[in-house]
DNA sequence: AATGTTTAGTGTAAAAAAGACACTTAGAAA
DNA sequence: TTTCTAAGTGTCTTTTTTACACTAAACATT
């Protein structure tokens, strides 16, 4: 029923890029796919694609991901469209770009994949990116660091089960500083309601309980900014 | 040189709509247009129309707030991508949508443009919408309520020069809460320093000084999101 | 088994920010 | 001139933020 495109106007190509972060030896990295052909042939990339044209950009988005991680119910946002006339040397193409956030440790690399080359790189570690791929990059970290501020993103970079060290090893490399130890701790568990486990385990914080408790906050934000999705 | 167009893909048809705030008789308003043809002939909409092939989405935008309110340099940032298939009945059609902020007084409806009917609506009385423009407008006003508590973007819906009053009366507008004069004045004084004139008016501060005085915020907002264009 | 090393866990005091609250003065309108 | 509306101002209380140091347990090393 998608007929006939009765508009008389130019129809650029539109696409997909996701900056999918994730957190690995107290560092925040981000994945990169090499390209394996013409423009930028050889040089790092943001992994992404075109929007087809029975799925939204959103859809689009979640099926790259899912492809490049193998993650299912991963965290994601809208970022930030791009729309200049010259990003793409082969014609006009506007990109919708996300960003997401991983449990590096779930991560497969996709075996069988089109044989494309996948790597986790440090953000302070970022080689020259094809396209405007170093904007959105930029423009990926900015938003995650302001957001991290007051919204309870750090927790989907780790595990279901995670300490609250490691939560604040998360914020501490994100926003690259140091935290009290007591005031984060004072602070998380007032504003960010983590529920802790049995007594054995009292420093270990559970993801889940986090996520439910923090149903109404998720949902406002769900609507407006983010998405889960399950494949 | 935007030569042949090489890809073998869905091209969508790619608009931009603009949720345009003014403020007037201590009400938020937002500008609407009535659609002269199907679809939706007769019902109102956001104003908007198609990014041409020349031209980035945040240049569309412009061109369109220019061409309905007849104003330069208005304050504006993307907000939201919209890529629902079923969205507009004729097809398939991705919206960049932007939200700006203007002072309704500078605003002359423009004369001799296509006989098309705009007007100011109270955002408390909005009528039905057409295509999904309620769900971006309850997108735009929630960005609003969101980025008027962290960025000091109420007095771009004021006159240059402003009371103190009349500013609190825009954050009362957009918040839906009364707030304390005394409270308002020293925040306001202390974090957003507003300058304040001569003796005579000492309450009327001044928005060219404001904006000067937050150079940096504002150049790192600019970057991030926000555009000043000037025509 | 003993030792050293790392991480978990805890409280208090000081400083800063936010919130509640009422009257006087000046200018505009009647 | 009187009345009405908006401007202007300070203090006290509560809440939030920050700074700061030691003990206990788990783990790794020898």
Redesign the interface.
Known sequence: M??????K??????TTDCVIFGYDQLQLKVLLIERGIEPYKGKWALPGG?????????QAAARELSEETGLKNIFFE?L??F????RDP?????T?TYFALVNIENFKPVAGDDAKNARWFPVKEIPKLAFDHEMIFR?AL??LKSKIKWQPVGVELLQDKFTLGELQSVYEAILEIKLDKRNFRKKILKTEVLIQLDEKQKNVAHKAAYLYKFDKKKYEQLE?DGFYFEI
Chains 1, 2 share one sequence.
Request: aromatic letters at 14%; glycine letters at 2%.
């Open positions: 998608k007929q006939d495109y009765c508009y106007h130019p129809r650029p190509s539109v075109f929007v087809r044209e029975d799925e939204t950009t959103e809208q930030y469209t729309s200049n006339v010259d082969r014609g006009r193409v506007i919708v423009k900015y938003r407006n």
